[in-house]
């Protein structure tokens, strides 16, 4: 946890901070418009029956979450209920949040939700307190920072427009972008490594991939040719060599210019995959963003033809 001066109760308040590539204002109604807060406030695997805001102070929250189907939630009821204390708009909100499970109520989370402008972009502060340290350690037991880190995942696909978009984000040199396919694991490890599937989609908009050639095993080495669609120019080949394979999970990538590429593949509820792609940046940060995005935008589309296909 990440505690500010300005947290009134650090050992009770967990503190979560994002970075999203939108203006404040739309960043704010994402916040308070029902029907864009239904689509990525539950954690994921879960959907929301019901969303209803009165966004004022003294309105009501009713925020009812489903859990997906089979075991463990069945498709169960999560009813979730509370009220706004602040309300001052594209800076602030502040609301309680009370979710019930299983029929019993489980402690009551103050939310404050600060909204700061940054050059174009939203720098996202949330602080979840608790009532008192016990009730807290309760909820991060239960997963509490998992949950708004899987939320605001979905937040970022909301925001850029990308259902399996879960952000990008930088820190110096590595780049590290995420997303979540609505496939099995084992599909999508098969998309992203094998050659003839390489070449549907490993390339940036106006570019293709000629060719692919992977041997897929610690040592073994990786060639993926580019080239522009159009065939204006020659092209280049991409290549290096595997130096840590562990099917269906990571994959590390050394590049014949030096550079580190780790990829990991992690089951999420509902049956989907959440793809992790962190690297060394080579080009400019938003060359790097715009590229890699467009390639994993790619994927996604792939994945789902392979999906209808089988």
Not at 98 to 103: I, L, M, R, V
Not at 115 to 121: D, P, R
Request: aromatic share 8%; charged share 25%.
């Amino acid at each position: 946890m990440a505690a500010g001066s300005s947290v009134i109760a650090p050992e009770r308040t967990l503190v979560t901070t994002r970075v999203f590539d939108a203006p404040r204002e739309r960043v704010y109604k994402a916040w308070t418009d029902p029907k864009q807060l239904a689509r990525w406030f539950p954690p994921e695997g879960f959907t929301t029956s019901a969303c209803e805001l009165d966004v004022r102070v003294g309105g009501a929250i009713r925020l009812d979450m489903k859990g997906p189907e089979g075991e463990p939630f069945n498709g169960a009821i999560f009813p979730g209920r509370g009220v706004y204390r602040e309300v001052v708009p594209n800076e602030r909100l502040a609301f309680t949040f009370k979710p019930e499970a299983g029929g019993q109520p489980m402690p009551t989370v103050l939310m404050t939700v600060q909204f700061e402008e940054q050059a174009g972009k939203t720098k996202l502060t949330i602080q979840q307190t608790l009532d008192t340290v016990a009730e807290f350690e309760e909820m991060v037991k239960t997963g509490m920072e998992q949950g708004i880190a899987e939320s605001l995942g979905k937040l970022a696909g909301v925001l850029s427009g990308r259902s399996s978009d879960r952000g990008v984000t930088v820190s110096g040199r590595q780049l590290t972008l995420v997303r979540v396919y609505d496939a099995p694991r084992d599909l999508v490890w098969q998309a992203y490594t094998d050659p003839k599937h390489i070449v549907k989609w490993e390339f940036a908009a106006d570019w293709e991939t000629p060719f692919a050639e992977t041997d897929l095993r610690a040592g073994g080495a990786f060639r993926i040719g580019m080239r522009p669609a159009d065939h204006s120019e020659e092209g280049f080949v991409f290549e290096g060599k595997y130096r840590e394979v562990v099917k269906p999970e990571r994959i590390v990538q050394d590049t014949a210019d030096g550079r580190v590429m780790t990829t990991t593949f992690e089951e999420v509820l509902g049956g989907g995959t959440r793809l992790t792609l962190s690297l060394e940046m080579a080009e400019a940060e938003d060359q790097e963003r715009t590229g890699y995005s467009q390639i994993l935008d790619n994927l996604g589309r792939y994945i789902a033809t392979l999906r209808r296909g089988r």
